[in-house]
């Protein structure tokens, strides 16, 4: 039998299946000589990476393991859906979008089918950029946004210590905001309302508002503070056209513009603050407030607390079990049901559970949801076969190595 393979770009090889691509045929070592060459990077950049003397796609590490080489080009052109198991698993482009198998983003959004992400303990923690996207460990999203990764986390007393960047979002310690709240982020406070501290230009107590701007001075400080802080100038007012056009905080509130509520709720006619938080403004198609948003994709619209606002967005939001086991993009933001994280990390049980098997109810724990010998996610994988029964750590009945460590 014969197969027209892709090796490379603009290079056709014919080779018989019982080949090269021989089941049997080919064993990677457990570690490289002089480098790895089995990624999508290393396989496209004509260096003979792991010194092999067979370069890109004419390596055999190429054609196991990235997603650019070993493509089975049918004589009559498939054009179906690429989002099942065998159909991520044929070599064959079957949607004719560019990318066959688990180099194609459905195949990808399959941890089953594709361990490719970054998304555990080990795989986030090894120094290696295992998903060949650019980002190695904590610095790549699939690891701070993993469901079962815990060392990717910047907001204990002893991570938010240590001088390093642990969540790999590019900021360290006391610097990054998940480390507000630690002990060994809270600065020690003083009481905010003698005349000297009230005059000192230095938020004493830590709550956002210095001297005057601080009710503890201007309102209930002492007698003397509040005689200071009554007799100053008043702060140039933000509330005319030009000062809430001018990208400054002219009344030193902390707040900008339209973000002041002096603009904003302003009753002058001239002032116009485009907002988008009626039903109009959420169902037009047109991003009215400027922020790159549209409709429900704006908060304003999506966590309005207008009962006909909601009413809107409950048609265009992808949030519900039904919306999300539907095989449809119901939000149109290019992902589809579970990959979509308005699914996959609703704050409802019932939608997460269409898309995590192991995750438990109010009667069922997580073992009986992954020992049920049913589908509870209908993604095609039950029970310790589904990746997040295996790799759960509150799952206990699933012995052995994770699916993508076998």
Request: net charge negative.
């Amino acid at each position: 039998m014969r197969a027209r393979v892709l090796l490379g770009a603009g290079t056709l090889a014919t080779i018989f299946a019982s080949g090269l691509l021989g089941a049997a045929c080919y064993e990677m070592p457990l570690h490289p000589t002089y480098g790895y060459e089995q990624d999508d990077i290393s396989c496209r950049d004509y260096v003979d990476n792991d010194n092999d003397g067979l370069i890109d796609c004419y390596d055999p590490d190429c054609l196991i393991l990235s997603h650019l080489c070993g493509e089975d080009v049918p004589d009559i052109p498939v054009d179906e859906p690429e989002d099942t198991l065998l159909k991520c698993t044929d070599k064959i482009d079957n949607d004719n979008n560019g990318q066959f198998d688990c180099g194609d983003p459905a195949c990808r959004d399959i941890p089953e089918t594709c361990c490719l992400r970054e998304n555990t303990n080990a795989t986030c923690s090894d120094g290696l950029d295992n998903d060949g996207n650019g980002f190695s460990d904590c610095a790549d999203f699939g690891c701070r946004s993993g469901k079962f990764v815990t060392v990717c986390s910047e907001n204990t007393n002893q991570s938010c210590d240590d001088e390093l960047d642990n969540d790999g979002d590019g900021a360290v310690d006391c610097d990054d905001d998940d480390c507000d709240g630690t002990n060994a982020c809270v600065l020690p406070t003083e009481p905010e309302d003698t005349l000297a501290k009230c005059m000192d230009g230095i938020d004493n107590d830590d709550n956002g508002f210095t001297d005057c701007e601080d009710f503890a001075c201007s309102m209930f400080g002492s007698q003397e503070a509040i005689d200071y802080c009554a007799n100053l100038p008043p702060p140039p007012a933000e509330d005319t056209p030009e000062t809430c056009a001018d990208g400054l905080d002219n009344d030193n509130n902390g707040f900008t513009d339209c973000d002041d509520f002096s603009c904003s709720e302003s009753d002058d006619p001239e002032i116009v603050c485009l907002s988008e938080e009626t039903p109009e403004d959420c169902s037009d198609g047109v991003d009215n407030d400027g922020n790159g948003h549209i409709d429900c994709q704006d908060f304003s619209c999506s966590q309005s607390e207008d009962p006909a606002v909601i009413e809107v967005c409950a048609d265009q939001l992808e949030n519900s079990p039904e919306k999300c086991s539907n095989n449809i993009d119901d939000d149109g933001n290019g992902h589809i049901d579970c990959a979509d994280f308005s699914c996959a990390q609703s704050d409802d049980l019932a939608t997460r559970q269409v898309c995590q098997e192991s995750l438990s109810g109010i009667t069922e724990t997580p073992d009986e949801r992954c020992s049920d010998g049913e589908d509870n996610d209908r993604d095609g994988f039950i029970d310790c076969d589904d990746w997040d029964c295996s790799y759960d750590p509150l799952v206990t009945i699933c012995d052995g190595p994770g699916l993508c460590e076998l």
